[in-house]
């Protein structure tokens, strides 16, 4: 099975609004909503930021937020941060009861 | 606080095999999914394998199905990962994360196995 797509880089000014991708099949993404967002900075382990498409953890800033439409997840941040720099990936259940994570998307503040 | 602390990596011959473990703390083990997700250096994250609480419910990434297999010992909190017939793909840092297929809401440090010769 292929890696779900994202965009290899955004970039935003503090403050904007960024969005990254995440699309699948109707296999994965389109077809469960048991998608999920990790944030990974350089030489750590990935945290938790979004699951079930659309769900906060406790204790992740209300500036993370996720959606779904058709097989593409999306991942917003409201009000980027410099702390927000990191690389983000997705991940989705699949049909074959196996986990797919995206390619990642490195975010960088400028 | 949970806490979920992975070991036994290191260097091995192509061919070789290994076994990680994962000692976990701060919460009930045995009420929980496990999994092992792994990261090639430089690159992104590949679910490996996920075993459910039971032992009743576990499924393998097909690159590593055949040759990979997990197992947790609930009276020890721990969750193991033994790996043969290793490949210079195989090269990662191996996580273990607390979760089914949803979500990973806790990881480990991550332990480095380097398969080379």
């Known amino acids: 099975q292929s890696a779900l797509t994202q965009p290899a880089s955004v970039s935003g000014s503090p403050g904007q609004s960024i969005t990254i991708s995440c699309t699948g099949t109707?296999?994965?993404?389109?077809?469960?909503?048991?998608v999920s967002w990790y944030q990974q900075h350089p030489g750590k382990a990935p945290k938790l930021m979004i699951y079930?498409?659309?769900n906060r953890p406790s204790g992740v800033s209300n500036r993370f937020s996720g959606s779904k439409s058709g097989n593409t997840a999306s991942l917003t941040i409201s009000g980027v941060q410099a702390e927000d720099e990191a690389d983000y990936y997705c991940?989705?259940?699949?049909?074959?009861?196996?986990?797919?994570f995206g390619g990642g998307t490195q975010l960088t503040v400028l | 606080q949970v806490q979920l602390v992975e070991s036994g990596g290191g260097l091995v011959k192509p061919g070789g095999s290994l076994r990680l473990s994962c000692a976990a703390s701060g919460f009930t083990f045995s009420d929980y999914y496990m999994t092992w997700i792994r990261q090639a250096p430089g690159k992104g994250l590949e679910w490996v394998s996920y075993?459910?609480?039971?032992?009743?419910?576990?499924n393998y990434a097909d690159s590593v199905g055949g040759r990979f297999t997990i197992s947790r010992d609930n009276a020890k909190n721990s969750l193991y990962l033994q790996m043969i017939s290793l490949r210079a793909e195989d090269t990662a840092v191996y996580y273990c994360?607390?979760?089914?297929?949803?979500?990973?809401?806790?990881w480990g440090q991550g332990t480095l196995v380097t398969v080379s010769s």
């Open positions: 075993m459910s609480s039971s032992r009743s419910d576990i």
């Open positions: 994360a607390r979760g089914s297929y949803r979500w990973y809401d806790y």
């Open positions: 109707s296999s994965d993404v389109g077809g469960y909503n048991y």
């Open positions: 991940s989705s259940y699949t049909s074959r009861n196996t986990v797919l």
């Open positions: 079930d498409v659309s």
